[in-house]
Each structure stands twice: as C-alpha cells, then as structure tokens.
C-alpha cells in the first residue's frame, strides 16, 4: 500500500463552494444481481491528485466471469421479453435517481480521476440525458411489413442480439457507461460491463442507479479485472453475442480480431486526433475561447478533443496569442479546490506518455509558448500546453495525444489544409469555423470524420448517432442509430394457406 487508505476526507466542493465530506466507498463486483466484496484478488484504486491508495478493487476471475455470462443469459430471457414500455419505466427511473444523486456520485469521479467537480456534475448530467432519450427511442423500434402478392406477407422486425460485453475507458466513468447501457437495455439486451479499474466507484453507483430502478437480476452486470483476460474470456463466450467497445485504436483492432474469429459483430468507437480548422473569416477570438475551452477540458482526454488547430495565416498570430491567453489563465489543481479549470492526468501512465510527445516535439524543432514540462510535486500534473512550428515528423502529429497539448499550425490554401486533416488514419471528430456557407459545406463533406461541428465544438450528446470512420471505429453510439446497433434484423416471409 502506497499511505494506507484514505479515510473520510474533508474537501471543498468547488461547484458550490461547501465544505463536504467524501467517504470512498467498498468496491465490489455486480453479477446476477448480487454485489461481490472479494473475488481473492484485487487492486489498489489511486487518486490522481495526490498517489494515495483510495481503495482496493476485488477483479474477477475464470469463476466470476462465467458466472456473469450465465446471469447475463438468464437475464436476457426475462428482459427481451418484457414490453417496451416497461423496459421504458425502468430506464427512466434510472436516470432519475441518477439525478437525484448526483451530488454523491460527482465527487467520486473527482477523487478517481481528478476532474474538477463542477465538470464531474456536467458529464453525470449528460449521462442521465442519454438513459432518458435511450429509453423513450427504445418503444420506437419499428419494424415493416413489406407489400407482395395475395397470400404472402412479407415483415421484418428488430430483435435484441442477446448478451452484450462492453468495455468502458476511464476517462468518463458515467457518460460512456451510460451510453451504452441505455441503448443495450433498450433494445432488450442483457450486459455485462466491463468498466475501468482505475475509476471504479462511479461506475459502481451508476450500477446501483439501475438496480434501485428495478432493473432485473442479471439484466446489467459489472465486473473489473485484467483487461486482456477479461475481453478474451467474454469475447469467446458462445453466449455473448456482441462486443462494444470504447478506448484506444490499437486495443480496439485487438479485439475486433478476436471477434472476428467467432463471427461476433462490434461496435467500435475508437481513438481521434481531431482537425480544428480556423479560416480568414471566422470569430477568431470565439474561436480560439471555444477550441481552447474543448482542448483542455478533462485535461484533454477525451477522443474528441481538439488536438490538431491549423489556423489560416491571415489571423494566425491573434488567435495564437487569444488562445495562449486562454491556456495560461487555467487553474491547475485538485478538482475540489476552488476555480480550478484542470486536474491532474487520470494516471501515471498518460503524464509519461504526454511528457514524452512534447519532449520529442521540442527536441525536433517544436516551441512550447505556454506549459510542457511536468508540474513539480505529488499528483499527475501537466500544465496547458501549446506547441507551434511542430515539424512534420513529430510523434505529436501522428499519435493521439490524449493530454493538454495543443498543436497550432498556419495555412493559407483551404485544399492544402484538408489534406493534412485528412492525412492520418484516425477520423473521429473534426472541427471548422467560418462565416461562410459555401466553406462550410465543402469542409463538411470532404473532412474525413464520423462527426464534424463547425463555429462550436458538440458533437456527442443524446439524440444523434456518434462514431468515427477509418481506424477510428466501426458502428454508431447515441442516436436511433446507437439503439439500432444492438439489434439484428431478422426477416419473415408468411405464406397464409
């Protein structure tokens, strides 16, 4: 144990301004509606901000796993034949405890990730939006009856495909949850979620949400454990019929060539690099206070985020120095202190990955105008950072930085600049601001990316389908396509004699 665990901790709850008390909860595992405190095996949960133990994890083994894929079985018996509408109740009686314990739950992914609080309540609040559009889009799953000629009638339905395995990352240990959840349980699915052991709390209340919502034994399970194992041994179960995955490209292709091996379908939603495109006639100063905003929210690990900012040279030198501005002014610090606009990096792993992509940038010619070195003292802290003149050859511009590192570059051809978005193999999210339509439209049809948002920066929330093409991933979350994606058509042809 690094200092022993921690006890209940006095912290200041910067979203509004009360001093709280945070207890870490016991981590247990979820199957067939039972809670598991110990599986003889765990790990230890670390907080980001200062690398103290906050809890121990029980993982599951061989024994766990299948347990949770016959509950998952079970549960799928009941749930797949229970009415829409009742699926609906459930769901949205879930999303509303959810809100209703919020001020619980927020902190708890602080403490696990290092968010600022007012930013842990944002993303619990747009989880409980997508349970609720999931919920009412699942009643809506129609199907057709297909005109032919007397006597026969031609239909095709939606069926749920069966037990879903989903993998969640740690960088949103509610919303991704929550996305795909919702849109399984919707479609009349079973789950079981594997969530990130890095922040498992959050998860685990979310669970409880749907559990005190009436989900049913075995419908939703949760589970933690080694990564690699656990996929393998879900993926090759015969009674999981679809694998949903969220994190990084290489893992990503890894289990999509497991799956692929027993003819399981996927839904990928994969790592990015996002293109943000600043033209001669946009806002500059909204763009660079919106790009900056997005940039460093959750200290820049999200797959949307923006990372790779070309600026047309004709305003190259006032947005650099907006944006600049912008990063400086950001408060570093532990998401409970008050004003604080950036937390730590959710783990040791990504500060040395984010301080080895600067480095190499910098020793290649790259100029740091704000940030890129390490911020001294416990905790994983990296400052705002902004490199300009990055060469071409840098690691930064082919790999995904997920960290606060920015990467601003003039242009002054708007062809040249969509080849150079275009050029990598990631195709997620894309980003342009201009004033005028025909810009817009040519920059919306010819970036190569799953979704694109021009003069602001949404391009996942309930309601619209979210994904990305190329290595990006496969497959669509959020949206009737997100609902869709759980669901296999089947056709029947009925000739009445």
């Known amino acids: 144990m690094r200092n022993g665990l921690i006890k209940p901790c006095l912290v200041c709850d910067g979203y509004n301004g009360e001093r709280i008390d945070v207890k870490y909860p016991q981590l247990k595992l979820y199957i067939g509606g039972e809670w598991l405190p110990d599986t003889g095996s765990s790990l230890e949960v670390i907080n980001p901000a200062d690398e103290c133990v906050l809890g121990v994890l029980p993982v599951a083994g ?13 549960g799928l018996r009941l749930w797949s034949r229970t009415a829409p509408a009742a699926r609906t109740a459930i769901l949205l009686k879930a999303a509303a405890i959810l809100r209703d314990r919020i001020d619980d ?30 919920a009412n889009e699942g009643r809506r799953v129609y199907g057709r009856v297909i005109p032919s000629e007397p006597g026969l009638r031609q239909m095709v339905i939606h069926e749920p495909v069966g037990v879903v ?80 995955f969220t994190g990084s490209v290489p893992v990503g292709k890894r289990l999509a060539q ?44 999200a797959c949307i985020a923006p990372t790779r900012i070309y600026v ?39 500060l040395i990955a984010v301080e080895s992509l600067v480095n190499d940038a910098v020793e290649r010619g790259a100029r740091a105008a704000c940030g890129g070195k390490r911020m001294m003292g416990r905790g994983y802290y990296y400052p705002p950072t902004v490199l300009l003149d990055v060469p071409d050859d840098a690691r930064i511009l082919h790999e995904e930085p997920f960290g606060p590192i920015a990467t601003i570059a003039a242009f002054s051809n708007l062809e040249d600049v969509i080849a150079r ?52 991933g496969l497959g669509r979350e959020g949206g009737v396509e997100g609902v869709a994606g759980y669901t296999v058509t089947k056709t029947i042809t009925h000739l009445m004699t």
């Open 62 to 74: 061989r024994r766990e796993l299948d347990a949770a894929v016959l509950a998952a079985d079970k």
């Open 105 to 134: 739950i927020a902190p708890l992914a602080t403490l696990e990730e290092g968010q600022p609080i007012a930013d842990a309540r944002s993303y619990l609040l747009r989880g409980a939006e997508i349970i609720e559009w999931d």
């Open 165 to 244: 395995a989903a993998l969640t990352p740690w960088n949103a240990p509610v919303f991704t949850p929550c996305r795909k959840i919702a849109s399984a349980l919707s479609a009349g699915c079973s789950l079981i979620l594997k969530a990130a052991e890095e922040t498992p709390a959050a998860t685990i209340a979310l669970v409880q949400c749907f559990a005190d919502a009436g989900v049913p034994a075995g419908v939703l399970n949760l589970v933690f454990g080694d990564p690699a194992y656990i996929s393998e041994h879900l993926i090759a179960a015969p009674a999981v019929r679809l694998i949903s």
């Open 258 to 301: 497991l799956a692929a091996k027993v003819m399981k379908p996927t839904i990928m939603e994969l790592g990015g690099h996002a293109p943000a495109i600043v033209c001669a006639d946009a806002d500059v100063k909204a763009a660079a206070d919106k790009i900056a905003a997005a940039k460093y929210r959750n200290a820049g690990q």
């Open 312 to 350: 047309h040279a004709s305003v190259f030198e006032r947005f650099v120095e907006r944006f600049v501005e912008n990063a400086r002014k950001i408060k570093v610090g532990p998401g409970f202190d008050s004003g604080v606009g950036m937390g730590p990096l959710a783990n040791g792993r990504r």
């Open 421 to 472: 978005a275009n050029a990598l193999a990631y195709g997620l999210a894309g980003y342009a601001f201009t004033r005028c339509a025909a810009t817009a439209d040519k920059l919306a049809s010819e970036l190569e990316c799953g979704a694109i948002a021009i003069n602001h920066l949404t391009v996942s929330t309930h309601g619209i389908p979210f994904g990305g093409v190329k290595e990006s």
